[in-house]
C-alpha cells in the first residue's frame, strides 16, 4: 500500500526513524544498515517501504535499497520468522552476506545474528534456498559455479570470505577450477 516514502527526515533513535512527508510525521522502523546511511536530521531522504497491518497496529518498517525490502519480505514469509526478527537478520549482515549465506547453505553465518538459533538457522536455509541468492545480491551471470566452486574450496581451507572473494576477483574469466584455486592461493600467499 505505501512502497515508498520521501521526504525531512526529522529523527532517528534506533531502530525508529520519523520522516516528515508533507507536515505528517511518519515513523518507520528501520534495520541499522538502514540508519547508518541515513544522513543527518534536516536531510531530504527516500526510503522504501512495507506496511504491516496487523489487528493491533499498522507498522511501516523503511529499507534504504529495494534489495533490502525483498529479502525482508521473503524473510516474514518464513514460518517462525516475524518482523523484528527480519530486522535483526538484515542489520546483522548485508543482502549480499545474507544471499551468499543461503545460496551455500552456511547455518553458522546465519546464527551469529542475536536472535537467529541453530533450529532457526536452518529453517531459513530450508524454506529461503532457490528463493534468495539467485535473484538478491547477484547479478545474472555474476558468478559462474566455478567461481562459487573456487570460493567454497578457499573457504574449506581456512580463508575469510573477503579474503577469498578479494583473491578471486582478480581472475581472468574463463578458468578451470583447479587453475583458477591454485592462482588464487598464490595471490593468498603474497598477501
Do not use: W
Not at 525531512?8 to 522502523?29: A, Q
Not at 567461481?147 to 574469466?173: C, H
Amino acid at each position: 500500500m505505501i512502497g515508498r516514502i520521501t521526504g525531512t527526515l526529522l529523527e532517528k533513535t534506533p531502530p525508529v526513524v520519523c520522516i516528515d512527508v508533507g507536515g505528517v510525521g511518519y515513523e518507520i522502523d528501520v534495520p541499522m544498515s538502514t540508519l547508518y546511511n541515513l544522513p543527518e536530521n534536516g536531510a531530504k531522504v527516500t526510503l522504501h517501504t512495507h506496511l504491516a497491518v496487523r489487528e493491533d497496529a499498522h507498522t511501516l518498517y523503511g529499507f534504504s535499497t529495494a534489495g533490502e525490502r525483498s529479502a525482508f519480505r521473503l524473510l516474514i514469509k518464513v514460518t517462525g520468522i516475524g518482523a523484528r526478527t527480519a530486522l535483526a537478520v538484515l542489520s546483522g549482515m548485508t543482502v549480499e552476506e545474507l544471499a551468499s549465506a543461503i545460496t551455500q547453505q552456511e547455518s553458522g553465518r546465519l546464527t551469529r545474528v542475536p536472535g537467529i538459533g541453530k533450529k532457526t538457522a536452518e529453517r531459513l536455509l530450508l524454506e529461503l534456498r532457490g528463493k534468495l541468492g539467485a535473484d538478491l545480491g547477484h547479478t545474472p551471470g555474476s558468478h559462474s559455479a566455478g567461481r562459487d566452486d573456487m570460493l567454497n574450496a578457499l573457504l574449506s581451507l581456512g580463508y575469510s570470505n573477503s579474503e577469498s572473494q578479494s583473491a578471486l576477483k582478480n581472475l581472468p574469466e574463463g578458468l578451470d577450477v583447479a587453475e583458477g584455486i591454485r592462482l588464487a592461493l598464490k595471490s593468498l600467499a603474497r598477501s
